[in-house]
């Protein structure tokens, strides 16, 4: 009866879905007794890991007050202070406003651009600009900016037509000279950009790593000269952290890898380290001030999510927060980082079946070489290999990748190379 999300149903005549009874730490526990290693971070937001005793205190002391008030209109203690962290992320007077998801928080920001530039009187800069193999989430808007043809072909009807930014100067890690300098791919880049200006109200990127792209990892220094030329024509930089806020890269936000400020930064995932729907969109108090005004006069940005702000959501972000700075995660992650990226190579130099192997803070990948795909979803059978073998690999297409919680232990990773090694030989070896 359910109708399980970003699946093909039909697989599971075949591979039944795993019935989870319990999670802990980087672990799954099924109801048949195995243990899987959630090397993906369940969708990419158990920063933390599952069941974190301070965060489960902290819901539980939040239920104990109430668990849902509406946000429009009244603020409680707790969201109060998650705001003031979230607004303390980037320089300058910020502003939070919160949804429901990742989604949400791209759509609210896109919302926000193009009502923006109306109220500015610019009326005729009304479209978006991305970039290739760039994923923005599941919305309409947010497809129509995305550049992942499986998941928008279907509905091209329901979204607008954007242009995408391609020639992406793509690279393994910041180490790679072109991490710091992109100076050479930068003209062709720019003209496309010059075509665009006169109708753009905003630039939307996942900032140096793309998700679902593949994890794609692409220069810093593209980065900065985008900031650079976006704020010289009057142009909103949106910067979608969902996948790669909160130290997932290496720094408090990825954008922190170019020293960049955008003027919309759309936060999920990692936001409340996976314990309940929440999303939020941090702007500039510039943009946050056209929309001050009397009530009526075409400056009231009216988006409204039912659990905007909910105070069991609240609770569990505000505690991640304070993990993040009490555990030192920052420094774990420094750590751990060529850890992670050393046994990705090491999987790669083992199997001789891997390719482009990159990696970036607590991320790491490679792809499948072309000549071992021989058959169609090869990404998939080793997904499926891996699960018996005890870690839910999911790959993206061909691309294996690990993005597990940031603060697994080395052991475990060691644990999760046997297994990833052993899934690739035993299925393509």
């Given amino acids: 009866m359910l109708f399980h999300p970003c699946s093909q149903m039909k697989d599971h005549e075949q591979f039944p879905p795993l019935e989870i009874v319990r999670a802990e730490g980087p672990y799954l526990y099924t109801a048949d007794r195995r243990r899987l290693i959630d090397p993906i971070s369940s969708w990419w937001c158990k920063s933390l890991g599952h069941g974190h005793p301070r965060i489960r205190a902290a819901v539980a002391a939040q239920a104990e007050r109430f668990e849902h008030v509406i946000l429009a209109g009244t603020v409680n203690r707790t969201i109060a202070e998650l705001t003031e962290h979230l607004a303390a992320l980037l320089p300058g007077k910020r502003r939070v406003f919160y949804g429901g998801d990742g989604s949400t ?3 609210i920001a896109l919302k926000m651009a193009v009502h923006a530039m109306i109220i500015r009187g610019e009326t005729k800069r009304t479209r978006f600009m991305a970039l290739e193999n760039g994923y923005h989430g599941e919305t309409a808007l947010t497809l129509a900016v995305s550049d992942l043809g499986i998941y928008k072909e279907p509905y091209r009807a329901l979204a607008p037509d954007y242009p995408m930014l391609t020639g992406i100067p793509y690279c393994s890690g910041v180490d790679d000279p072109l991490f710091a300098d992109c100076g050479a791919a930068w003209p062709t880049l720019e003209a496309q950009l010059e075509r665009e200006k006169e109708t753009l109200c905003a630039l939307i990127v996942e900032p140096v790593v793309q998700g679902a792209g593949g994890m794609l990892i692409y220069s810093a220094d593209l980065l900065r000269r985008l900031r650079v030329w976006t704020a010289q024509n009057g142009i909103y930089l949106i910067a979608d952290e969902i996948m790669t806020g909160f130290y997932r890269t290496g720094t408090q936000l990825a954008v922190d890898h170019a020293g960049i400020t955008p003027d919309l930064v759309c936060l999920s995932k990692g936001l409340t380290a996976g314990w309940a729907a929440m999303s939020a969109v941090v702007l500039s108090g510039e943009l946050y001030d056209l929309f001050y005004a009397d009530y ?5 940005f009216l988006h409204s999510n039912t659990y905007a702000g909910n105070a069991l959501a609240a609770a569990a972000a505000l505690e991640a927060q304070k993990i993040y700075d009490d555990e030192k995660i920052a420094g774990r992650v420094a750590a751990t980082a060529p ?9 790669a130099t083992e199997t001789k079946l891997l390719t482009n192997v990159r990696g970036i803070g607590m991320i790491a990948a490679a792809d499948i070489k072309p000549e071992f795909i021989k058959a169609p979803r090869t990404g998939y ?7 018996e073998l005890g870690a839910l690999l999911r790959p993206l297409g061909n691309t294996i990748y690990w993005l597990p919680p940031l603060n ?4 475990t990773l060691e644990e999760l190379k046997e297994i990833t090694t052993r899934a690739l030989n035993e299925t393509l070896g």
């Fill in 408 to 411: 697994i232990s080395l052991e």
């Fill in 296 to 300: 009526g006069t075409g400056r009231d």
């Fill in 381 to 387: 059978r080793v997904y499926r290999r891996a699960v």
């Fill in 105 to 107: 928080a791209v759509e």
């Fill in 339 to 347: 850890v992670l990226r050393r046994l990705m190579q090491e999987v």
